[in-house]
């Protein structure tokens, strides 16, 4: 008999015979494991080194440092007892000097890391205009005393000046905000006077202007380091306070040396 029936798919595998096993690859996981090992041990080795020899470094570089003190202050003392004798004096003389300016170096840095220190104020204005007519009829701006911050200088008893307490050169600020249409230019100056009213003088003066084609707000600000002796009074004048933006203003000094 002729057989018709045609496939195109293989023959199916033959089936294994019983108690046969597939023969498994030669493994190296016994290598990967020794070598892994190996090579963490070296970085830890490596890692080890570089931190012992840091601190060595360190150690040394301060040890280092600690001796040259050492030995100059022992160079400064056999100045002092003139062991050095005639022929030395001029390598004293540069020591000590450069001792001096090390010294001075410290107290410029240990006065700038320290915070301000001497006197300063910042003074804010009060949030509404004085009733009686003393305060009304006057240029000044007077200073709330509860919510402003003032140190080693005095606020005068109607609370419109501060009172220099220490001489010195100080830096002066203040900044006055207009809130109210004008006609003209409105300005703001900072005047200084004496214990004598005739030693009355102005410092600085600033200027601004409100009208309809301008915003509702403009501010005069001033700023300048000046030299100021004790009992020296300053205050800060208004063109018209009725017109002055109260939430705005402020008035301040710092001593610079």
């Not at 062991?83 to 170096?105: D, P, T, Y």
């Not at 018209?240 to 000094?253: A, M, P, Q, Y």
Request: with cysteine; hydrophobic share 35%.
């Amino acid at each position: 008999m002729i057989n018709t029936f045609h496939s195109s798919y293989n023959p199916p595998p033959v089936p294994p015979r019983a108690g046969y096993s597939k023969p498994q690859p030669v493994g190296n996981t016994a290598l990967v494991k020794i070598l892994s090992v190996i090579l963490l041990m070296l970085m830890m080795l490596t890692f080890g080194g570089f931190v012992y020899m840091f601190k060595k470094l360190n150690l040394l570089q301060l040890h280092g440092s600690y001796h040259e003190d050492g030995t100059d202050l022992l160079r400064l003392e056999d100045c002092l007892k003139d062991k050095f004798g005639e022929n030395s004096e001029a390598e004293c003389r540069e020591l000590i000097s450069v001792i001096e300016k090390v010294l001075q170096s410290n107290k410029k840095v240990s006065r700038l890391t320290a915070g301000p220190t001497g006197p300063a104020a910042h003074m804010v204005l009060f949030t509404k205009q004085k009733d009686t007519s003393e305060f009304t009829r006057s240029n000044n701006l007077f200073w709330d005393l509860d919510h402003s911050l003032i140190q080693e200088v005095q606020l005068s008893s109607k609370g419109d000046m501060l009172i220099i307490q220490k001489p010195g050169i100080y830096f002066i600020y203040s900044q006055v905000t207009f809130s109210k249409q004008s006609k003209g230019a409105l300005k703001q100056a900072i005047r200084v006077t004496g214990p004598e009213k005739q030693e009355d003088k102005e410092l600085l003066k600033g200027f601004c202007s409100l009208n309809d084609r301008t915003s509702n707000l403009c501010t005069a600000s001033l700023a300048g380091v000046f030299q100021l002796q004790k009992d020296q009074k300053l205050y800060v004048t208004a063109t018209n306070t009725s017109l002055v933006n109260r939430d705005s203003c402020s008035f301040g000094l710092f001593k610079l040396w």
